[in-house]
C-alpha cells in the first residue's frame, strides 16, 4: 500500500482533500490526521473490520478500545445509552477540546471499537481538519494517536509517516499538534466521575465545574492487571528505544544526579541523551542534550515531549535521563507519560549524590597562573570514574591574567593547552561542602583555613596523596624549572587520579 500525505491548512481549508479522506474513511480505510493534541489514526467507529485494521496498523492490544471521534454534541445520542447531567455540564464546558468522557455504549458500538467493553471513550476535537474531517467521514470516527504502539505519539505529520508508512491509506498533514499531550480521560460511568489519564484538562479545571472527582490509581504510578478502560493504562506507552529513567529530587539534586549518572554512562561506551528545561540546561556538559521547555510554562514541556522522545530515537541514544517535574496542572499529564515511557523507572537524585563527597577540585596557587591551572588542565585530561568541576584560583589575583608563557610552553610539549585560562581570585565560593580544596604550599592552606574555617576539605597537593614536597614558585625560574614541574605535576595528578577513582570503584566517597 502506498500512503498519500497532502498538506492542509485549517484556515484555508481544501474541502476536496477532506472529502476524500471522509470516503476513504467511510469504505473502510485508515486516514491519519491532525488533532489539538496529537495526530489521531482515523478509522470509521461504527465498522468492526475497520477497527481491526486500526489494530493491526498500531500492532495494539486488541484489549485497548479507540476513543470516538465526534464533531457535534448531538452525535452523542446514537452511539451512547446515557448522558448524565454531569457530563451535559463538561461537553457545555470543554468541548470542542481535549477532554475524553466514557459512557455506556449503544448496541451500535461494535465491540470492536470499544476493546471488548460495555463502554465507549468519546471527545470533540477542536481541530478545525479534525471535525471536517469526522462530518466528512459520517460522524464517528475512531482514532487512536497515529503511531506504532508503545511508541512516542506523533505531534506531526512526518512522525506519523515515520511509523505508519505503507499501512495505512492517508495523512492529513495539518503541522504540528497544539497541545503535544492526549486528552484527559474521565469516567462518566463511575461515582464520582474518576480521571482515567490526565491532559490538558485538569482535576481542579473539572472540579470547578463538577464538583470531587475522582483519579484512578494508574495514574498515580500502580500498575493493574484489569482490563484497560482507556487508551495508555495499561501497556507500556510513549517510549523511546533507548532505556528511559526519571531522576527525581530537588531540581539541584536532579541536575548534580543527571550529569554523573550521564558521565558513568559514557565511560562504559553509552550514548546517553539527557532531558532538561530551559532553566537547567546549561548545567549539562556530557550527552546528547535537550532542551524540552520551560518550568515557567510547562505547555512548552508538553508540547515538546514526544517530538524530543523521538529525537532520541533517530540518535540512537542507549539511555536517556529525564529531570522530573511538578505534579500540579498539565505538569500531571507530564509526569503520568513520562512514567508510562519509563515503565515507571525512577532513580532517586539523593541516593546517586550520596555516593560522591566531592563533586568540585579547585588547585589553589598564589595568582594562579602557573600550577594551579596546570595542575587543573592536567587533571580534566585524565579518565575519571566520577564527573567534577574542575577548577584553579589564585590567593593574589588583581585582574584576570592569562597563564604565564613558560607554563604554556612546557605543557603545549605534553600537548596540553592553557590558553583560555584567566586568572580568578579565591573567594568564599570556592570553598564549601562538596568541594575539594587543593593548595600548592601549607602557607595557603593555612590562610584559607583561618579565613573561612576548617571544614576539613581543604589540603595541599602532595598531603592529600601522600607525598611530604612543598610545591614553591617559580617565579624568576627558567624553564628548565618549568619542565621539572610538569614531571612533578605529573607525578601527583597520577597519584590522585588514583586515589579519586579508587573511592568511586567503592561506591562511596566517604573514604577520600
Known amino acids: 500500500m502506498k500512503t498519500i500525505m497532502k498538506k492542509i ?86 468541548w470542542p477540546g481535549p477532554l475524553t468522557m466514557i459512557f455506556k455504549k449503544s448496541g451500535i458500538v461494535p465491540y470492536g471499537t470499544t476493546g471488548g467493553l460495555e463502554t465507549v471513550a468519546v471527545r470533540m476535537p477542536s481541530n478545525k481538519i479534525a471535525r471536517e474531517l469526522i462530518l466528512a467521514a459520517g460522524g464517528y470516527v475512531s482514532a487512536p494517536s497515529a503511531n506504532t504502539s ?41 461515582e464520582p466521575p474518576m480521571i482515567l489519564r490526565p491532559g490538558a484538562i485538569t482535576a481542579d479545571m473539572l472540579e470547578q465545574v463538577i464538583g470531587y472527582v475522582s483519579i484512578d490509581e494508574t495514574v498515580l504510578g500502580i500498575e493493574s492487571d484489569k482490563a484497560p478502560k482507556a487508551p495508555g493504562m495499561k501497556y507500556r506507552h510513549y517510549a523511546p528505544k533507548a532505556r528511559l529513567m526519571i531522576v ?16 558513568d554512562a559514557i565511560q562504559k561506551g553509552k550514548h546517553v541523551g539527557i532531558i532538561a528545561s530551559a532553566e537547567t540546561i546549561g548545567y549539562y556538559s556530557n550527552g546528547i542534550i535537550k532542551n524540552i521547555g520551560s518550568r515557567e510554562n510547562e505547555k512548552t514541556i ?13 540518535e540512537q541514544v542507549d539511555e536517556i535521563y529525564s529531570e522530573s517535574f511538578a505534579l ?96 580568578a581570585a579565591f573567594t568564599s565560593a570556592d570553598y564549601g561542602t562538596g568541594i575539594l580544596v587543593l593548595t600548592m604550599d601549607r602557607g595557603q592552606k593555612e590562610k584559607i583555613i583561618a579565613e573561612y574555617g576548617d571544614e576539613g576539605n581543604v589540603f595541599t597537593l602532595c598531603e592529600y596523596v601522600g607525598e611530604d614536597e612543598e610545591i614553591l614558585s617559580l617565579h624568576g625560574k627558567p624553564l628548565t ?18 586515589k579519586l577513582n579508587k573511592a568511586a570503584e567503592e561506591g562511596s566517597m566517604e573514604n577520600v
Open 248 to 263: 527525581e529530587g530537588n531540581i539541584r539534586e536532579e541536575v548534580l544526579a543527571i550529569r554523573q549518572l550521564a558521565f
Open 150 to 190: 508503545g511508541r512516542p505519539s506523533p505531534t506531526t505529520a512526518a512522525h506519523v509517516m515515520d511509523d505508519m508508512d505503507g499501512k495505512i491509506e492517508m495523512i492529513l498533514d495539518g503541522g504540528s499538534a497544539e497541545i503535544g499531550l492526549e486528552s484527559t480521560i474521565v469516567d462518566m460511568t463511575a
Open 328 to 423: 500540579a496542572g498539565i505538569g500531571n499529564a507530564i509526569m503520568n507519560r513520562l512514567e508510562k515511557a519509563a515503565g515507571h523507572l525512577r532513580i532517586s537524585a539523593s541516593a546517586v549524590i550520596k555516593r560522591q563527597k566531592y563533586r568540585r577540585i579547585v588547585f589553589v596557587s598564589a595568582t594562579d597562573t602557573c600550577t594551579g591551572p596546570m595542575a587543573a588542565e592536567m587533571l580534566r585530561q585524565k579518565k575519571l570514574y566520577q564527573e567534577y568541576v574542575i577548577d584553579s584560583r589564585g590567593m593574589v589575583v588583581l585582574f584576570p591574567e592569562p597563564v604565564n608563557q613558560k607554563a604554556e610552553a612546557v605543557m603545549k610539549s605534553a600537548r596540553m593547552s592553557m590558553t583560555e585560562h584567566k586568572a
Open 9 to 94: 491548512d485549517e484556515k484555508n481549508m481544501d474541502m476536496q482533500v477532506i472529502q476524500e479522506a471522509g470516503e476513504i474513511l467511510k469504505n473502510g480505510g485508515l486516514v491519519a490526521f491532525p488533532t489539538e493534541t496529537v495526530y489521531g489514526l482515523g478509522a470509521n467507529a461504527l465498522d468492526e473490520e475497520a477497527a481491526k485494521k486500526t489494530y493491526a496498523a498500531k500492532g495494539r492490544p486488541s484489549d485497548n478500545p479507540l476513543i470516538v471521534h465526534i464533531a457535534e454534541v448531538q452525535a452523542l445520542e446514537k452511539i451512547v445509552d446515557n448522558v448524565s447531567r454531569e457530563a451535559e455540564v463538561l461537553a457545555a464546558r470543554f
Open 302 to 314: 508538553a508540547r515538546n515531549l514526544y517530538a524530543v522522545l523521538r529525537e532520541f530515537d533517530e
Open 481 to 498: 624549572e618549568y619542565g621539572k614541574r610538569l614531571e612533578l605535576l605529573s607525578k601527583l595528578i597520577d597519584k590522585l587520579t588514583e
